[in-house]
């Protein structure tokens, strides 16, 4: 299996209108699998790449955010944050882009009102977590959760900070890496959102886990952060599946380890070609061309 | 006893207080009556996940008058996340014994669909549990409902108070949609049975991991509206292994050695519970359930099969759940 015919089967899949479903069988244009495969297209196949940027461009919210299909709700959601680092170096998408991080920076999870604070203070200690340190929801009003923090965090760290406009960034970024920090799994990585429920541990996701990390690149000597990549190393070798494997290589090579083992059993998946999962196959080709994805994620190397 | 002004005001302040935040839910939110006049459950022995899975479920299903002919069946297992020594999940035999059983009895099309509530790799929680191998081999197609075209559906019931929610189109344009739990309990439901799995209908890539609106708009509340908006057809309950204590994760395997059938998923629950040790009317959505939806009093359930055994030791669960113990 080559890159190339990954790529083509990925250009196959894309609608006329510039997006893709998120799976094969669906005729539902979707901004997740559409923002990796812009990422994916962007220097690789210009014209699909622009059809792609077209999409997202029109799929933008009155309110900045973006939706999570065509057709949803205008309220927003947490492909927000992928669609503007999507949108990245794209100098006519920048007001746009803008709106989104505006949104972004709006937009907090539901314990950072004093109320839903008072209450997991309180009454509510099942979870084990610091309400004073939140993130961000998967869609309005909903509490703070580990992917859609991390994909703000790799946003926002995305734009310039001396822009007066965004001097917010600093410190939501700063309270998004606390947030991430405390609710890490005990022995390393990270699951959806909490390590201790009931007091017992959470077992960590791969694919969570390198998320995060890919948001913590800039951190490597953070105990957290060692403790999660140590994780992902003792992972890795045992995936068989596309989406977490492709995130670990990606992660594990921001993070300067080893991933030539790994991109070879990402290889040897069979059937890659027929994935139905559009947003998975975009990120295998992602992680194949790690080194070119990871400065599009705006991971510096 | 005196009672001042201030008395008054700090009393109907509090009453007022606390009628706006239990009434809602004791208000009635069904707009129709949908139970049957009778219902049918069948309690039937398994002694471990094996191959005699399937005769044991096809002897189960023709206690039952099913007409499948033509029919797009959905059956949608438990399937929650992969942890090693897995009991978390439906056992994958038993979905598969389902699927050649339904099947026979001469349905169009069978496909199981399922949204894994804490895992965003479906592929990942497909392939360590085992299913991806078996689905493969007797082709049979997965959908995955975290991903699935969405379309948006008027809730029902107002249980939440949401009016709509986007649901899976496979979910909602199947013909027999077979609810496929886990026997279990849950840390914040109490159990988490069929009524419960269906949870797993509700598209993460809309609403989340884990599902987040559900649980701030209630959980009980969100089975109920759930199962007023998508019908559950039929129930395949894997109680051979079932769990107790602090599940849906963290819980311990608690042989049970019984696969429960129901065309009612309020009665399945019912005596599902009454098979846990639990008392189910202590259950908000199964007692709430029977007032509408389905049967949970024995007296309209018909029985056949295994005659269900009460456990001398209910199933452990959470302290805040010790009150569903009917011992």
Redesign the interface.
Known sequence: MALTDLLAELIRRQFPCGGW???S????P?L?PTSYSALVLRSRVRAAGERAYSFLLGAQNPNGSWP??AG?DRDG??VTSLVSIALRDLVPAMPARVKGIRWLLRTVG?EAHWFWKWKFRTSDR?VRFDPDKFGW???P???S?V??SALAILALNQLSRSCCEFELIPSRVERGVEMLRDRACPGGGW???NGV????A??P????TAIALLALHDRPNDPVVRSAVAYLERTGPT??????LAWTILALAAHHRPIILLREALLAIPDLLC???T??LALVCLALDHERSLTDLGVPR | MRLTRRDFLLASAALAAGASVSTPFFLPKCRSDRRPNRSRVAVLHAEQYCQQLGRILAEGLELFPLKLQGKTVVLKPNLV?Y?PADIINTHPLLVLAAAEAFRRLGAKSVLVAEGPG???????VL??SGYQELLRGEKIRF??LN????IRTPLRTSYTGMREL?LP?TVLEADFLVSMPKIKTH?WSGVTLAMKNMFGIVPG??????K??LH?KGIQESILDLCATVPIHFVIADGVIAMEG?GP??GTPRPLRNIVLADDAVAADAVCAALMGFAPDRIVHIREGGRFLGNSDQRHIDQVGEAIVHPTTPFRV?PEFRNLCAL
């Open positions: 479903s998120a799976l069988s669906s005729a539902q979707a997740e999570v299909f949803d959601s947490w539901k099942h929801p998967w869609f009003d909903t509490v959760w992917v859609p699951n959806a959102g429920v009931y007091g017992a959470v077992a996701h791969p694919d969570d995936l068989t599946a596309p989406w977490s994935i139905a999962d947003s998975t | 996340d942890l804490h895992q965003r790799d479906t592929q990942l392939s360590q959908v995955d991903r699935d075209e969405l986007w189109r840390h890539a809309r609403y989340g991991w884990p987040n609106i701030w602090n994760l963290n959470v």
